[in-house]
């Protein structure tokens, strides 16, 4: 079965980085792209980018494409994203969520709260 | 960018009422909308596709209609367990923009 396992919850500082991992099993990898979505404390769902497991071409959100990272290793079938000089507002959970293309995301990973703090 | 704006934000109706939720489009998006439904403390989950298409397993109450920039998700008779928060998603190109989620809460 589809399974997106993610890396445990991070505490991090304002102005630090954070890298979240997502396993991928149950599917063949480079098939199928990988969006990240995080939703803060209470809020709404707010898409953060997408990459192609296949070919390594990405997407990111305006508001985010100069902190954020996202890649890919094939030979893992583990999705990254990474997020620089993090502020209290992007305090969140971070999910990674299987993309078909032309299709929706279908199977999302658990989750991973990152939480900034001093 | 094209921006997903749903009404109502929240709602309260009872069980057995018919329950329609909007989203709106800045611009056209064809048939490219998504509907997903996140109950409390839960991860997100897929109810419709190219606005219209019932995921497996999803019950037959739920429905989805709409082209260009107007959809709605109707929920033809509420039922307890369908309180959650739902999401509209553009899924034509990036930036995959979500509405802004339409609670929904039993009176």
């Known amino acids: 079965q589809v399974q997106l396992v993610q890396s445990g919850a991070e505490v991090q500082k304002p102005g630090a980085s954070v890298k979240v991992s997502c396993k991928a099993s149950?599917?063949?990898?480079?098939?199928?792209?990988i969006s990240w979505v995080r939703q803060a404390p209470g809020q709404g769902l707010e898409w953060m980018g997408w990459?192609?497991?296949?070919?390594?071409?990405?997407h990111y959100a305006q508001n985010l494409r100069d902190r954020v990272t996202l890649t890919t290793d094939t030979s893992t079938s583990t999705a990254y994203m990474e997020l620089r000089t993090l502020g209290s507002d992007d305090t969140a959970v971070y999910y990674c969520?299987?993309?078909?293309?032309?299709?929706?995301?279908?199977?999302w990973g658990q989750g991973t709260l990152v939480t900034v703090s001093s | 960018d094209i921006q997903m704006t749903q009404s109502p934000s929240s709602l309260s109706a009872s069980v057995g009422d018919r329950v329609t939720i909007t989203c709106r489009a800045s611009?056209?998006?064809?048939?490219?909308l998504v509907w997903y439904q996140q109950k409390p403390g839960k991860v997100p989950k897929l109810l419709i596709d190219?606005?219209?298409t019932l995921q497996s397993g999803v019950p037959s109450r739920f429905s989805g209609s709409g082209s260009g920039t107007h959809f709605t998700l109707t929920i033809s008779s509420l039922q307890p367990e369908d309180v959650a928060t739902y999401y509209c998603?553009?899924?034509?190109?990036?930036?995959?923009?979500f509405g802004g989620g339409t609670k929904v809460e039993i009176k």
């Open positions: 990459i192609s497991a296949n070919n390594g071409d990405r």
């Open positions: 611009q056209g998006i064809s048939d490219r």
């Open positions: 149950g599917y063949t990898f480079t098939s199928y792209g």
């Open positions: 998603q553009k899924n034509d190109n990036a930036p995959l923009t």
């Open positions: 190219v606005a219209a």
């Open positions: 969520v299987r993309k078909p293309m032309g299709a929706a995301s279908d199977y």
